[in-house]
């Protein structure tokens, strides 16, 4: 009764690979603007690196698993691109937000940075910390940048992380 036992194993099957997290990025991204001067004023900004502030960050997430994949992750007004939006933002009032998710097929060449590592499931954390997320955008107090910095402390555990990427 106590006879040895033995599996077979098909040595032209490989194992799953283990599963690994993330690994998270910060991008910059030129602000969206009403059409025309003022969306060509941003642009001009961004190009020419006037001001660090003129800029809209986002997370970007990439996984071993599906590497012709990049989810992005932002938070900015609900319409960009309206006078009504501008206007508010440059007054401090509230304006209507809006968080997004995304998918692109490659990491941005420029202005892109690898700021840490997520061992935990990305979607799962990000839908729980979107859904504490105030959607009411103030610029200045509750924009792009502290939604990047907040996902990326809750996905990494850095904190302040666009403090330590101006310096670039």
Request: net charge positive.
């Amino acid at each position: 009764m106590g006879g040895i036992r033995m599996a077979v194993v098909n040595s032209s099957q490989k194992p799953p690979a283990p599963a690994r997290g993330s690994d998270v990025y910060v991008a910059a991204v030129p602000l969206r603007a009403a059409k025309g001067a003022p969306q060509l004023l941003m642009s001009t900004a961004y190009s020419l690196r006037l001001s660090w502030d003129l800029q809209h960050f986002i997370v970007l997430c990439t996984s071993a698993d599906i590497p012709s994949q990049v989810m992005v992750f932002d938070f900015q007004p609900r319409d960009p691109e309206s006078i009504d939006a501008a206007l508010a933002a440059l007054s401090g009032r509230k304006i209507p937000g809006l968080l997004q998710t995304r998918v692109m097929k490659k990491l941005p060449k420029n202005k892109c940075w690898m700021v840490g590592y997520c061992n935990d499931d990305v979607v799962d954390s990000i839908d729980k910390f979107n859904k504490k997320w105030d959607t009411d955008l103030i610029v200045g107090q509750h924009d792009c940048r502290h939604y990047t910095n907040g996902l990326v402390e809750c996905l990494t555990g850095e904190k302040y992380v666009l403090d330590r990427l101006r310096t670039f």
